[in-house]
């Protein structure tokens, strides 16, 4: 029986990986280490996708969370969805962000419904708190009265994450047991520049530096490092055989070593678990990695996992009502 995750819980090992703001910063294109213009992604002008913002999928602690929608022209049949999940360090970082609303686009013109959630942030909020928000996104969108509404197969629903969202993709992925296509599970994970081993044994991340230190005692309520254990927040100390697809992607010299891709691939693979690791070389950081070979690899797999994605009616508008 595997152990759900909960509770209080820390991490010495994960803090080198999320090094202060550098990580929020990934998602501007002024970066030069981005080689993806997600503002041009972005541009739906000529798509006959549709847009639609604030919708709330959660109450909690006196916040009203939200996710924004991009949805794929109109098809004859239901299809696959995506949630997106937005980097930050855990302390920053929207729904909003250029390289999410880009991405979001990105799929919706190939055929996917993609939704972009909020979550709540450290400190305010610690572990598990983003673990279950991401949870209760994904029961909403499967529950019948949404998917009816934007017209998506509940049966066929993953999650694409990008640095803290990664690790939130992943914790996903290998949370709980059984089915994939009921409650909050999800049948294929994308996780770019995601850390999956935040106990002090991942030895591969090396020293951390005080502002990435805080970073991770804000998000998993540790008052210091040396007292925390990452085990229940570390998703591969819970693979299973009855987990999800898992796509990891990374690059050689990036802020999160690629051994914690390898690692993670490595124990789904033990477990048997369908698994594609991609190492790009250079320096990008998480959606900075979704450049035109990485987004075709991407859109592979997801049709591996996912289903194959809509095609327009040819009986309807141009543009979804």
């Known amino acids: 029986m595997r152990r759900a995750i909960a509770g209080r819980a820390g991490a010495a090992a994960l803090t080198a990986a999320l090094v202060g703001t550098a990580i929020a910063g990934c998602s501007s294109p002024s970066d030069p280490t981005i080689p993806v213009d997600f503002a041009e992604l972005a541009d739906d002008a000529d798509s ?23 949805l794929p022209a109109p098809s004859e049949r239901a299809a696959p969805a995506v949630l997106l999940l937005h980097g930050g360090g855990f302390t920053q970082g929207a729904r909003t962000d250029e390289s999410v609303a880009g991405l979001c686009v990105w799929l919706a013109e190939n055929g996917y419904a993609a939704f972009s959630a909020s979550y709540r942030l450290a400190p305010e909020h610690i572990f598990p708190a983003q673990v279950d928000d991401v949870a209760a996104a994904i029961a909403f969108l499967r529950d019948p009265e949404t998917a009816e509404r934007f017209a998506i197969d509940p049966t066929a629903i993953g999650v694409l994450g990008s640095s803290a969202g990664a690790i939130l993709a992943l914790e996903t992925a ?10 909050s ?16 044994q991942a030895a591969s991340l090396g020293e951390p530096t005080e502002q990435s230190a805080q970073i991770i005692l804000d998000y998993l309520g540790c008052t210091e490092l040396a007292a925390c254990d990452g085990e229940a927040a570390s998703a591969i100390a819970s693979v299973d055989a009855s987990d999800p697809a898992v796509f990891l992607a990374g690059s050689t010299r990036e802020i999160v070593p690629v051994e914690q891709s390898q690692a993670m691939a490595d124990a789904l693979t033990a477990a048997d678990v369908p698994n594609e690791l991609h190492v790009a070389p250079g320096e990008a950081h998480g959606a900075a990695l979704m450049d035109g070979d990485m987004r075709t690899s991407v859109l592979s797999f997801l049709r591996s996992f996912l289903g194959e994605p809509t095609t327009p009616s040819p009986t309807s508008s141009s543009s979804p009502e």
């Open 48 to 70: 006959g996708i549709a847009t639609e913002n604030d919708i709330a999928y959660r109450e909690v602690d006196g916040d009203r969370l939200q996710m924004n929608a991009c």
């Open 174 to 183: 290998t949370a709980g047991e059984g089915a994939l296509d009921a409650g």
């Open 185 to 200: 599970r999800v049948r294929a994970a994308v996780a770019l520049s995601g850390v999956a081993d935040m106990r002090p």
